[in-house]
């Protein structure tokens, strides 16, 4: 289970925008995500259409009229999709553990004692450094930074990672953050200004995906939906959907089972006998020579990225053969985190979130 927190005391950065839509994006590409809403001001919970009696504040508080574990407030969003609401009583949360001893790491105590099943806990944080953050980032392995192109965003990006190393240095807790730069408006040589800066201060630490200025992001957020739900053609899904891409691509691959040598041996000879006469020997190549790795990902291996999907290269051609039986088969490549379609496949299908995926007709 990975756990992401989306900070940045800077208000206005896109920071619940990207909450909310991440996680949905996320669930369509099959993962299972809890969303937990830690602001007091409740952004992520309304702008879901979430109103709850009971919230993220009576399973953190020890002096809530009602106590209640985490499995206990959580509502269904959808397919794949929770939420852990928040409400304004949360406010009071800095105060109550002002004084207590590990109150840094409440969330962190309630989350290693949680037994539910998710794949990914997005965690969305209030806009300042208080400690309901400090919370969110002792609990988290990982951190999204939403970034504006702008000076002030810039300058809330270098206190936050302070923060980082604060924890890291103080509750001996190492956290991985990254970049996301949001609100970013291509219609402005300012903004692309401002993108070569923030390139050059944390190149090695930003996702390669983008999300653009897009009204339809505020459309769905007054409308009480994500995005994938109010329009899932528009620039703002596509940019959030290609997010969750890279953000997959980042999954740590299972470990190998090993079985023992002469069950593996016998295990190998039914399955070369079930299937060996009923597939085709399928070769596929993409040039991208500047690439660092290649993945084939599509129906047939049920999208998913790990070492039996990485493609091999030589001179900056990358292959990957393939057993298939007969049929019709949608796929895309994945380089560096972008997922794109086959470049020399004029074969394709317009796939439910508004771009196409290459098509692969294996006949008999």
């Known amino acids: 289970m990975r756990i992401i927190s989306i900070a940045n005391q800077k208000g206005g950065c896109g920071k619940t925008t990207t909450s909310i839509n991440l996680a949905a994006a996320l669930a369509v590409n099959g993962r299972r995500v809890l969303l937990i809403d830690l602001d007091p001001q409740a952004h992520a919970s309304s702008g879901l259409n979430i109103k709850a009696d009971t919230s993220i504040y009576n399973v953190l508080s020890k002096m809530a009229h009602k106590k209640c574990r985490l499995e206990e407030i959580i509502q269904n969003l959808g397919e794949n999709l929770d939420i852990a609401p928040s ?34 806990i997005l965690i969305d944080c209030p806009p300042n450094l208080g400690i309901l ?28 990672t302070s923060i980082i190393k604060l924890v890291k240095e103080r509750l ?16 402005l040589q300012h903004s692309f200004k401002m993108l070569e800066k923030i390139k050059t201060d944390y190149k090695e630490k930003m996702f390669s995906n983008i999300i653009h200025v897009n ?27 290609s997010l969750s891409r890279e953000i997959i691509t980042q999954e740590p691959s299972p470990g190998p089972v090993i079985l023992p040598e002469k069950t593996m041996e016998k295990r190998m000879k039914e ?44 001179n900056g051609c990358w292959t990957k053969h393939l057993k298939l039986d007969k049929g019709s088969y ?18 394709n299908r317009l796939n439910p979130y508004g771009s196409k995926d290459s098509l692969l007709e294996v006949s008999k």
């Open 172 to 187: 001996n807790h190492d956290v991985d953050f990254r970049v996301l730069v949001s609100n970013f408006d291509s219609r």
């Open 133 to 160: 953050t400090i919370n969110a980032l002792r609990a988290a392995s990982e951190i999204i930074i939403p970034v504006e192109a702008s000076r002030f965003s810039l300058e809330g990006l270098s206190q936050l």
């Open 271 to 314: 399955i070369l006998k079930e299937t060996l006469p009923k597939l085709n020997t399928i070769t596929l190549t993409v040039k991208a020579p500047g690439a660092k790795e290649v993945y084939l990902a599509g129906e047939f291996n049920n999208w998913k990225l790990d070492e039996n999907s990485r493609m091999e290269q030589t």
């Open 215 to 241: 009204v339809k992001l505020k459309e769905a957020q007054n409308a009480g939906l994500h995005i994938l739900t109010y329009d899932k053609y528009c620039r703002g899904a596509k940019d959030y959907f």
């Open 330 to 347: 949608r796929y895309r490549f994945v380089i560096d985190g972008n997922w794109i379609e086959d470049p020399v496949n004029p074969l």
């Open 87 to 120: 409400s304004i009583v949360l406010s009071t949360l800095e105060q109550e553990l002002s004084g207590e001893i590990g109150r840094e790491s409440r969330l962190w105590d309630t989350l290693k004692e949680f037994k539910g099943n998710y794949d990914y």
